[in-house]
């Protein structure tokens, strides 16, 4: 049994784990805020505070994991801005953030390649920095995941330098075309966003233009170490290599000097740079390799980034301010928490306390799930390269075969050179006794310059295939270390392929070592021949010597007494010159002083129009401010106008808006009249400079007319006194606007216009809005959550209430109404039942969810404190509450009007429109205090979106009963006139079958109780009115289509089976009429 003095440690140890727990949400949370306002896509630069906070939290985590955890979910494949905004942070998290964000930033590398060829195939221009920009990354990636020892913000020494390139002139040669690669990248980008800033509108005083050149400073910063690293690396590679060899780093570097030097001078003249940082000065042409002198020349180019003294502005999207980092060791939490009370130490806080290591576990958990999809594609990508190496290696195995050919017939060559020099020596032994005239020595000395210049070109030739197998041997190193950087989880077929490269590079360097072994030989050889061509030479040049001294003893004698001649005829013709000139000054200064009077008068004539010319402009300045304050005192009656037009526009009564926003616009309305007011004020002392009127003006007719707008919205949903009282507060600040604008376009009553009468309306809209403010002391505070739960549970009751009205109004319609009718009335009582249905699917997931904020938000406190405690989001949940239940009985009072055919369809569909708004205010107040990531926040959404499906479904039906009642209606009407025209035809049918019968029309009509036209002519004539006078709406059958009263006789009579023919159209007329009569 532990003894009481081992509780409090377990408590302390508790305690701390949860207050870490907090500390890493509170990161969290911190690091996706930042991220967030970092990277948008918002045309503004990336703001330096929270690309701070990202580089302290990589710093803090000792990594980048969180970072590209929520990097991973941005839609960068949906904005070119976003993921533009996203490369510069990435960047500054590489150079700035903690070393090991390095690693975690290659295992993405893939993701930086995917972005930048996406972007790169569209014509966006943001997408074409965007996929430099990646590419540029993915090289830096690369550079110094290779060279480990160089950071990532380049800033190391030269040591390091030296110690990274190493001894051997390979390494020193392939890493400075590795060097050249990267500044190539970066050039690339800078020239390309230089060129866009050009062509587009944007400079770089505007966001615009800002959001394109804030990553070129980390771009100057990486471009003046890597200019320093190709400097000291190509002064050692000519220190070690002929000039030749290097030719071709030569001409890169020149290229890359300009390109570099050009980018400084442009940024350097640009606003935006000069405050945030100073960019060197390149030196005017480049550094002279050729002279290792001119290494102490180099000074290194320093980037100098000014601290800013004054602190960063609180931005309003900051919903809170930084947390400083804990640095309290347990020893002070311990102390802390030995004050408390020993019942609390020794059990432990209460139930109702916040415990997240559940949340924890969760956390853990996804995390687990993202490292294991991680994996995977680890995994897939391993396997992809290994295909792609095994490729590869078998294109450089034939490079290999090709070289070792070449090889083969570079030693052939060597070898018959070989031979030819020792026919050389042994000539040279020869003849050497017998060379004794001029002419010999000078054709062996040709002969021997051409043997040397044909070593030298196989020289050349050699030297370029070796400088070709080195590149591809660094081509086959970087991708073996890339491959073995990005593939960890395979470390078997990497070590497989390992051997196979380390093989090769083996074979490699033999073939290597060898070359340069014949290289040396050759190097000897040709200097034992340079020394005898220089033997050979100086006896030349020593014979030649004296010949050329006397000659130029000569040519000296000669020109000393030209010259001597020239001195005496120039001396001269400069005297009789100096007399000339003399007698030309005297004149010319003649000229001059009447010159000088004549100009002095001229230049007294143009400074008098010159005044008389300012004066014209002041006058001309007065008026052109004038006009300019007609102008815009015109515009702003036009959007007074405009806005008192507004308050009678029909369309603006269904605008509402809320006391709030009435007040903030009336308190910036009187901001704008004291501007107005001390604007005029100027004007009047100073009529030169309308500027301020101007503005001021412009403000104020804008939110005056805002005010009167809103003002009118607002009382569309006040009370009948206070609406009155608003409108006429807003016609009445309308109408003293325009007087003071009036006054403002004359002259003569400028001086005189005064904005106090305005100032006391906006006043009086201020203190009508304050009125109409909700009072909170209405409803007491710890009244709200029982009216919250009561409005709840009153919507659930109503909504039950409106289905079993539809019900029984359904049982209803199945009673009194059949046909289509009854199809119709159905159909819309089936859609309004389930719309009720997803309605209580709604309200029922809007509880759960207020349930799970209570229980989450609350803490220690009651539910009533809670709700006491968030009192406007409180009565937000009952207005959409009574909205939802009102909008239900609407509905069912609109549904039983349709069915009864006492209300309009245009109701029920309006009636549905309600119900999804109030619907919609019932998500978006519950939705206010949710988690982004609860299930039940997801599980409303849904329901909102199904109340919405329904909704539409209930117009739907609507509509699509009223047309099949139209169209059923039409197709009746047609009917019917399809059946007056047959039974006049089934008429006058039978009269024509009764006279072929022999049957006496008069003794038909006078069987069946008809008279005959011709023997009672007055009973027709009578008759004919009543038949005119019958109603249209009732049919009756022609006298001719009546049935004959006669009891039926069967067809089989003499007449029937005399006449089949007349039978047969008898039966197919009346089998005709019972169709038409079933129709």
């Excluded at 964000?101 to 972005?115: A, G, V």
């Excluded at 500044?183 to 800002?210: F, H, K, P, W, Y």
């Excluded at 009651?862 to 709700?867: A, G, V």
């Amino acid at each position: 049994m532990n003894s009481i003095r081992q509780v409090p440690t377990r408590v302390k140890t508790r305690r701390v784990e949860t207050n870490l727990g907090a500390e890493r949400e509170q990161f969290d949370k911190q690091q996706l805020s930042s991220i967030s306002k970092a990277i948008n896509s918002t045309e503004t630069p990336v703001k330096e505070k929270h690309a701070r906070r990202i580089i302290l939290g990589t710093h803090r985590e000792k990594g980048a994991f969180t970072f590209w955890s929520y990097a991973l979910g941005l839609p960068l494949a949906s904005s070119s801005i976003l993921s533009w905004k996203f490369c510069h942070v990435l960047h500054k998290v590489l150079r700035d953030g903690h070393h090991n964000s390095l690693q975690d930033c290659m295992r993405h590398h893939s993701s930086l390649i995917e972005i930048g060829s996406l972007w790169g195939n569209l014509h966006d221009k943001y997408g074409q920095l965007v996929a430099l920009y990646s590419k540029l990354l993915c090289t830096k990636l690369e550079f110094h995941v290779k060279h480990s020892e160089i950071r990532p913000n380049l800033e190391v020494s030269d040591e390091v330098l030296e110690r990274t390139a190493g001894s051997d002139i390979n390494n020193v040669f392939q890493l400075t075309i590795e060097v050249f690669d990267y500044m190539d990248a970066e050039l690339r980008l800078a020239e390309t966003v230089l060129r866009q800033l050009n062509t587009s509108i944007a400079i770089s005083t505007l966001t615009a233009g800002q959001c394109r050149l804030s990553p070129l400073i980390q771009v100057v910063q990486d471009c003046s170490h890597l200019y320093h690293f190709t400097v000291k690396l190509l002064f050692k590679l000519h220190a070690c290599l002929p000039a030749d060899t290097l030719q071709g780093h030569r001409d890169r570097f020149h290229d890359q000097f300009h390109s570099l030097k050009t980018f400084f001078n442009k940024a350097r003249d640009m606003l935006y740079f000069k405050r945030l940082i100073q960019i060197p000065k390149l030196p005017d042409s480049p550094p002279n390799f050729l002279h290792a002198a001119s290494l102490a020349k180099h000074v290194k180019p320093v980037v100098v980034i000014p601290n800013e003294d004054e602190p960063e502005p609180q931005d309003d999207d900051d919903d809170e301010p930084e947390p400083l980092i804990e640095v309290s060791d347990v020893s002070t939490t311990s102390s802390a928490q030995s004050q408390f009370d020993i019942f609390d130490q020794t059990f432990g806080p209460p139930n109702g306390g916040f415990d997240d290591r559940d949340q924890q576990i969760e956390s853990l958990k996804r995390e687990v799930e993202m490292l294991r999809a991680e994996l995977e594609r680890v995994k897939a990508e391993a396997q992809r390269y290994i295909t792609q190496l095994k490729s590869q290696i078998n294109s450089l195995e034939g490079e290999l075969e090709e070289q070792r050919a070449q090889k083969q017939r570079a030693l052939v060559e060597n070898e018959q050179l070989r031979m030819e020099l020792e026919a050389t020596r042994r000539r040279n032994a020869e003849h050497e006794s017998v060379q004794a005239t001029f002419g010999e020595a000078e054709k062996r000395a040709q002969s021997t310059e051409q043997r040397y210049n044909k070593l030298k070109e196989k020289h050349t030739e050699l030297v370029a295939s070796h400088a070709e197998l080195l590149r591809k041997s660094a081509d086959t190193e970087r991708i073996l270390t890339a491959t073995h950087q990005t593939h960890e989880q395979v470390e078997r077929t990497k070590m497989q392929m390992s051997f196979e490269v380390e093989r090769i590079k083996q074979e490699a360097d033999m073939r290597l070592d060898e070359q340069k072994f014949e290289m040396e030989k050759l190097r000897r050889e040709l200097a034992e021949k340079m020394a005898e061509m220089t033997h050979i030479k100086s006896t030349l040049q020593n014979n030649e010597k004296v010949g050329v001294e006397l000659n130029s003893s000569m040519t000296s004698l000669q020109a000393e007494k030209e010259r001597l001649m020239r001195s005496v005829s120039e001396k001269e013709a400069e005297l009789s010159s100096l007399r000339q000139s003399a007698q030309a000054q005297q004149s010319s200064l003649q000229v001059e002083r009447e010159k000088s009077s004549r100009d002095l008068g001229h230049l007294q004539s143009k400074l008098q129009e010159k005044a008389s010319c300012e004066e014209q402009l002041k006058q001309k300045l007065l008026e052109e401010q004038f006009a300019l304050l007609q102008g815009t005192v015109s515009e702003a009656e036009n959007i007074i106008q405009d806005a008192v037009a507004k308050l009678d526009d029909p369309l603006h009564i269904r605008c509402t808006s809320s006391p709030d926003y009435l007040i903030s616009r009336a308190e910036a309305t009187l901001g704008s009249i004291d501007k107005v007011k001390k604007g005029h004020s100027d004007f009047v002392k100073d009529m030169a400079d309308a500027g301020g009127l101007v503005r001021a003006l412009t403000q104020f007719s804008h939110l005056a007319a805002d005010t009167i707008i809103n003002g009118s919205a607002t009382a569309h949903t006040a009370p009948v006194d206070h609406a009155d009282r608003l409108t006429e507060s807003c016609r009445g600040c309308a109408t003293q606007s325009l007087t003071f604008l009036k006054e403002l376009k004359a002259k003569a009553s400028i001086q005189r216009a005064d904005p106090a009468a305005i100032r006391l309306l906006v006043q009086q809209i201020l203190n009508l809005g304050l009125e109409l403010r909700p009072k909170g002391s209405d409803i007491r505070q710890d009244e709200l959550g029982d009216m919250v739960d009561n409005e709840m549970a009153a919507t659930s009751a109503a909504i039950e209430e409106a289905v079993r009205r539809i019900d029984e109004m359904m049982n209803q319609a199945r009673k009194d109404t059949s046909g289509v009718k009854l199809e119709v009335n159905e159909r819309i009582l089936f859609s309004c039942t389930d719309l009720m249905k997803a309605i209580r699917m709604l309200v029922l997931a809007s509880t759960d969810l207020q349930k799970e904020i209570v229980e989450g938000g609350r803490g220690a406190a009651t539910i009533k404190e809670f709700y006491a405690r968030n009192s406007r989001w409180t009565e937000g949940l009952i207005s959409a509450s009574k909205a939802v239940g009102w909008g239900a009985t609407q509905m069912v009072e609109s549904a039983d009007k349709v069915v009864l055919h006492t209300g309009k369809y245009e109701e029920l569909i309006v009636c549905s429109h309600e119900i999804a708004a109030s619907t919609a205010q019932l998500v978006a107040a519950s939705k206010v205090k949710a988690d982004r990531s609860s299930k039940r926040l997801t599980v409303l959404q849904q329901a909102s979106r199904t109340v919405n499906e329904m909704a539409a479904n209930v117009v739907a039906s609507t509509r699509t009963g009223q047309e099949n009642l139209e169209e059923k209606g039409v197709k009746v009407l047609e009917l019917e006139s399809q059946l007056e025209n047959e039974r006049l035809r089934l008429g006058e049918l039978r009269k024509k079958h009764y006279g072929i019968a022999g049957v006496a029309v008069p003794q038909l009509a006078e069987d069946n109780g008809i008279c005959s036209a011709s023997s009672s002519p007055s009973h027709a004539g009578s008759a004919s009115p009543k038949l005119s006078q019958a109603k249209p709406s009732v049919m009756r059958k022609p006298a001719l289509a009546q049935k004959p009263n006669f009891p039926p006789k069967s067809m089989s009579g003499p007449l029937f089976t005399k006449y089949p023919t007349i039978v047969g159209c008898l039966k197919m007329n009346c089998l005709k009429m019972n169709c038409l009569k079933m129709i």
